[in-house]
């Protein structure tokens, strides 16, 4: 389990159904970004993009996003002319979108925000993101 690598919480029991909150989950995404293998050996499913896609080397015509998969899905259907693939049903933006992120990163500790933000800041660049669309903290910001 990944929070054996923290060290910080001792479980007696796992079959006690511990959740690690998110404070757990990000620190456990920075124990590996500080380490002195660096980002190069986190688990993949966090690794920023602009590390393992060498996004800045390609010229991608499309940027699918989470937030808007639904819509994106749809128009690569389109414009491949898949239609019999379409669903007749509309296809709208993912409910998730609905969550208010920033309530899961208002208690994070400052530090965690900015190790957060020098961690992923090419793929805030390359994506579009907004720091303020995940923290209303307005002292950050990527310049």
Do not use: A
């Not at 080397?57 to 128009?75: A, H, P």
């Not at 609905?98 to 208002?106: A, D, G, S």
């Amino acid at each position: 389990m990944w929070l054996k690598k923290l060290h910080e919480r001792v479980y007696n029991d796992p079959c006690q159904g511990n959740v690690p909150s998110f404070e757990d989950f990000i620190r456990y995404i920075l124990v590996d970004t500080q380490s002195s293998v660096g980002i190069s050996q986190m688990d993949l499913h966090w690794q920023p993009y602009s590390s393992i896609c060498q996004v800045c080397q390609l010229k991608y015509n499309f940027i699918g996003r989470y937030e808007t998969f639904n819509k994106d899905l749809y128009n690569l259907f389109r414009y491949f002319n898949l239609s019999n693939w379409i669903s007749q049903k509309k296809y709208s933006s993912s409910h998730l979108i609905k969550w208010n992120y920033q309530k899961f990163y208002f208690n994070l500790p400052n530090n965690f925000i900015c190790q957060l933000i020098r961690s992923y800041e090419e793929d805030f660049r390359f994506f579009k993101y907004e720091i303020n669309e995940f923290s209303n903290r307005i002292d950050f910001m990527i310049i």
